[in-house]
Nanobody, 123 residues
Framework: VQLQASGGGSVQPGSSLTLSCAVS????????YGWFRQTPEKEHEGVSC????????YVLDSVKGRFTISRDNDNKTVYLKMTSLKPDDTAVYSC?????????????????WGQGTLVTVSS
């Protein structure tokens, strides 16, 4: 089981980025997926999750309306589209499989993690 996150970069405020989490070793629709982020100053923070059937999603309040999670089962990839990026969004973003995803939040359960991808938002 492997998850490969990519798509991070250094951008200016107001810009957009789309993070990708490529999955191998199992079928994408076996699990719910989540994106987390972490900075040295903040705790590990759950940003967004999506259920196996895509009927449940959660988005952190501070990114609601700006970030969108999606999944492509055929390409075995989970995406996090980020728009109107702010300096506070600067963090290392990681994807996880086997999360418990509800409309009120989510947490990692199965322990499948990809390596992080750094997003830096600054002018």
């Amino acid at each position: 089981v492997q998850l490969q996150a990519s798509g991070g970069g250094s951008v200016q405020p107001g810009s957009s980025l789309t993070l990708s989490c490529a999955v191998s070793g199992f079928e994408l629709d076996e699990y719910a997926y989540g994106w987390f982020r972490q900075t040295p100053e903040k705790e590990h923070e759950g940003v967004s999750c999506i259920s196996p059937s895509e009927d449940i999603t959660y988005v952190l309040d501070s990114v609601k309306g700006r970030f969108t999670i999606s999944r492509d089962n055929d390409n075995k990839t989970v995406y996090l589209k980020m728009t109107s990026l702010k300096p506070d969004d600067t963090a290392v973003y990681s994807c996880a499989a086997g999360v418990l995803c509800t409309t009120g939040g989510f947490r990692a359960v199965a322990g499948y993690w990809g390596q992080g991808t750094l997003v830096t938002v600054s002018s």
